[in-house]
């Protein structure tokens, strides 16, 4: 027992050395050294992320995007355009005879009268409602304002196909009674065919039909400054007053008209052919026999045709028909006729012209409706000189019969025209 108890001592005491003991080289060998430990390099420290502080004041939040609201019609004044013209003439800028005067056209060609305010225009125009349009027209030019046109369009359809024209405005007779002075290139319109509706217009209703795409062709014209008439249908249709222009009525007659009129595309052309005539009874103001009767039977026709300028264009119109006349120291129905051609030109800014035209018949509209008869050739030139500023010299030479006075000359004109 006590022999056990020694060899664990001897061993517990042994062991320890065993353990840290180097073994003894094999024969031919060296002793070798212990295997060098490769060093660990250091740990780089981790970087620390400073904690996020909030802001004290929080930033606005975005605004929620509002949802478009539906339109809004805007008042019906508010829908309105304000535009108009003038136009400053020069009658004689060289005169044959003193004279030499019209009775139909510029009342302001006479003996020592030179520099004339033709017309002064303003106009207010627009669609106060999707089915109402309006146009008003005043002249400032002369020793009073007068409205030239005050009337309303009312639409029967969405697409402003058909309509209804009330109130005082251009009667539809003819091609060149139709286009606006501020158009037109020739600084009168010629005798005939203002002789069947003077001063253009009268009190009345009327009807239009104008398709679509021809409205819009209508309006290429006027806008592309090629002299066109604007939209007065091509079917139109009217019952007026007859007497004229801001003028009471007479009779309890009333005049019927009616016209057709289409602007046909041949290749880079437009040609507009139309047609149409009138039919009533016109109240004379006579002075030769003021006991007699004075309302007298007033009719027309009339053939238009209108090449436009592109850059040559053709114009002509012919008209006949009846009414009141001077006849022998009386007022009596006669046959009347007329008609005017017209070349003109477009050349970049300038619109040359020549213009020949004949009437004969009664003017019913000057006292006692006394016999004319007009030959007249005017040629000239509009030149555009700006975009608002359009000048124009025009020479004419007539020779006019008005009952027994005999007048001819010719005569050099000048004018101005400003619009805006």
Same mark, same amino acid.
């Given at each position: 027992?006590?022999?056990?108890?020694?060899?664990?001592?001897?061993?517990?005491?042994?062991?320890?050395?065993?353990?840290?003991?180097?073994?003894?080289?094999?024969?031919?060998?060296?002793?070798?050294?212990?295997?060098?430990?490769?060093?660990?390099?250091?740990?780089?420290?981790?970087?620390?992320?400073?904690?996020?502080?909030?802001?004290?004041?929080?930033?606005?939040?975005?605004?929620?995007?509002?949802?478009?609201?539906?339109?809004?019609?805007?008042?019906?004044?508010?829908?309105?355009?304000?535009?108009?013209?003038?136009?400053?003439?020069?009658?004689?800028?060289?005169?044959?005879? $003193?004279?030499?005067?019209?009775?139909?056209?510029?009342?302001?060609?006479?003996?020592?009268?030179?520099?004339?305010?033709?017309?002064?225009?303003?106009?207010? +125009?627009?669609?106060?409602?999707?089915?109402?349009?309006?146009?008003?027209?005043?002249?400032?030019? /002369?020793?009073?304002?007068?409205?030239?046109?005050?009337?309303?369009?009312?639409?029967?359809?969405?697409?402003?196909?058909?309509?209804?024209?009330?109130?005082?405005?251009?009667?539809?007779?003819?091609?060149?009674?139709?286009?606006?002075?501020?158009?037109?290139?020739?600084?009168?319109?010629?005798?005939?065919?203002?002789?069947?509706?003077?001063?253009?217009?009268?009190?009345?209703?009327?009807?239009?039909?104008?398709?679509?795409?021809?409205?819009?062709?209508?309006?290429?014209?006027?806008?592309?400054?090629?002299?066109?008439?604007? $939209?007065?249908?091509?079917? /139109?249709?009217?019952?007026?007053? /007859?007497?004229?222009?801001?003028?009471?009525?007479?009779?309890?007659?009333?005049?019927?008209?009616?016209?057709?009129?289409?602007?046909?595309?041949?290749?880079?052309?437009?040609?507009?052919?139309?047609?149409?005539?009138?039919?009533?009874?016109?109240?004379?103001?006579?002075?030769?026999?003021? +006991?007699?009767?004075?309302?007298?039977? $007033?009719?027309?026709?009339?053939?238009?045709?209108?090449?436009?300028?592109?850059?040559?264009?053709?114009?002509?119109?012919?008209?006949?028909?009846?009414?009141?006349?001077?006849?022998?120291?009386?007022?009596?129905?006669?046959?009347?006729?007329?008609?005017?051609?017209?070349?003109?030109?477009?050349?970049?800014?300038?619109?040359?012209?020549?213009?020949?035209?004949?009437?004969?018949?009664?003017?019913?509209?000057?006292?006692?409706?006394?016999?004319?008869?007009?030959?007249?050739?005017?040629?000239?030139?509009?030149?555009?000189?700006?975009?608002?500023?359009?000048?124009?010299?025009?020479? $004419?030479?007539?020779?006019?019969?008005?009952?027994?006075?005999?007048?001819?000359?010719?005569?050099?004109?000048?004018?101005?025209?400003?619009?805006?």
């Amino acid at each position: 027992m006590r022999s056990i108890q020694l060899l664990s001592i001897t061993l517990i005491s042994v062991i320890p050395a065993l353990a840290t003991a180097q073994p003894a080289p094999l024969p031919g060998e060296s002793p070798t050294e212990p295997a060098p430990v490769e060093p660990v390099p250091p740990t780089p420290p981790v970087p620390v992320t400073p904690p996020v502080v909030e802001p004290t004041v929080k930033p606005p939040e975005p605004k929620a995007e509002k949802k478009p609201d539906e339109k809004k019609e805007k008042p019906w004044y508010e829908r309105l355009a304000i535009r108009g013209y003038m136009q400053l003439r020069f009658n004689r800028l060289y005169a044959t005879e $003193d004279a030499f005067k019209n009775d139909l056209g510029d009342k302001q060609i006479a003996e020592n009268n030179s520099f004339s305010l033709r017309r002064a225009r303003l106009v207010i +125009s627009g669609d106060v409602a999707p089915f109402l349009a309006v146009y008003l027209q005043a002249e400032f030019a /002369g020793a009073s304002v007068a409205m030239r046109d005050w009337y309303g369009d009312v639409f029967l359809d969405k697409k402003k196909e058909f309509r209804i024209r009330a109130g005082q405005s251009k009667v539809p007779y003819g091609f060149e009674n139709l286009q606006s002075s501020q158009n037109r290139a020739p600084l009168d319109r010629s005798d005939p065919i203002n002789s069947g509706v003077s001063g253009e217009r009268d009190l009345g209703l009327f009807g239009y039909w104008t398709p679509e795409a021809v409205r819009k062709r209508f309006k290429h014209l006027v806008d592309r400054g090629l002299k066109g008439t604007g $939209d007065y249908g091509v079917v /139109g249709i009217g019952v007026y007053s /007859g007497q004229g222009i801001n003028v009471t009525d007479k009779n309890e007659n009333r005049h019927v008209i009616a016209r057709v009129s289409y602007p046909f595309v041949l290749g880079k052309q437009i040609l507009e052919l139309g047609g149409g005539g009138y039919v009533g009874k016109f109240n004379v103001t006579k002075k030769v026999d003021p +006991s007699g009767l004075n309302n007298f039977r $007033d009719l027309r026709a009339i053939a238009s045709v209108a090449l436009y300028p592109q850059p040559i264009g053709f114009q002509a119109e012919y008209t006949l028909g009846e009414g009141p006349e001077l006849v022998g120291g009386t007022v009596e129905v006669a046959r009347l006729q007329g008609g005017y051609a017209m070349v003109i030109a477009h050349a970049g800014d300038f619109f040359p012209f020549v213009r020949g035209a004949f009437y004969d018949g009664g003017i019913k509209n000057v006292d006692d409706s006394q016999h004319h008869v007009s030959k007249e050739l005017v040629f000239g030139t509009e030149w555009h000189f700006k975009k608002r500023i359009e000048l124009t010299a025009e020479v $004419d030479h007539a020779k006019r019969e008005v009952g027994a006075a005999e007048v001819w000359g010719t005569i050099v004109r000048l004018q101005a025209q400003l619009n805006y």
